[in-house]
């Protein structure tokens, strides 16, 4: 399985636009990168997912470079409510389990503040 | 995207005891897991519920202790047994469906349990 390592936690401001970072050094070659995003008290949800290059959605942009051993997670403009822990998982098909389950890392505390 | 519904979402329970997690989702899906999640730290898989046999069990989880049904494909239960303190926790039931190159995973809104 790729370990992925991130920061433990970040701090921002609303309105600014936050970079959160994550290390896989051991990619496979059919491993994707998927992030999710947990507030407290609820089952964490699925961001975004890429491969290569760059992915963008309404939420966020995942930004992967040539050699895949790490990505980006860009957040436009956050807000208040974007105060959450952020996941960053590696995997296959499964995610990296044999039969198809999430690998859970650290994550990333983010703090928004006014 | 897949509804998911987790009872209970908190209980209390004395030591020694067992409590059953159920979870329902409003479609039929192809994998079932359960986590957990201790406060404030990340999410550890218990195991993967499969239908129609025996759960697959991670490193550190044992069915004795944590016996899953599957009956179908959109139900499963996990019983937490002969709780103690240290089973004080909260327990997420998460599905996915196979389908492409990767799927993405949806998350009930999990069980905080207290054991006393």
């Known amino acids: 399985l790729a370990k992925t390592t991130q920061p433990i936690s970040m701090d921002s401001y609303e309105g600014q636009e936050v970079n959160i970072t994550c290390s896989h050094n051991n990619i496979a070659t059919n491993d994707y990168i998927t992030w999710y995003q947990q507030f407290p008290s609820q089952g964490p949800r699925f961001i975004i997912q890429g491969y290569k290059t760059k992915v963008t959605n309404e939420v966020a942009s995942l930004f992967i470079p040539a050699d895949r051993k790490s990505s980006t997670l860009s957040l436009p403009r956050v807000s208040l409510s974007d105060t959450a822990v952020y996941y960053c998982?590696?995997?296959?098909?499964?995610?990296?389990?044999?039969?198809?389950?999430?690998?859970f890392g650290k994550g990333t505390k983010l703090s928004v503040k006014p | 995207s897949a509804v998911i519904s987790q009872k209970p979402s908190r209980d209390i329970c004395q030591r020694g005891t067992s409590l059953t997690i159920q979870c329902q989702v409003d479609s039929q899906v192809t994998m079932m897991f359960w986590y957990r999640q201790q406060p404030g730290q990340s999410l550890t898989l218990i195991a993967t519920a499969n239908q129609g046999s025996e759960a697959t069990y991670e490193s550190g989880f044992v069915i004795d202790k944590f016996p899953i049904s599957r009956p179908n494909l959109t139900f499963s239960t996990l019983t937490v047994s002969n709780m103690s303190p240290e089973d004080s926790s909260i327990y997420l039931c998460?599905?996915?469906?196979?389908?492409?190159?990767?799927?993405?995973?949806?998350f009930g809104q999990g069980t905080r349990l207290t054991v006393v």
């Open positions: 998460s599905v996915k469906r196979l389908g492409g190159a990767n799927t993405e995973a949806f």
């Open positions: 998982l590696v995997g296959g098909a499964g995610y990296g389990g044999s039969q198809g389950n999430l690998i």
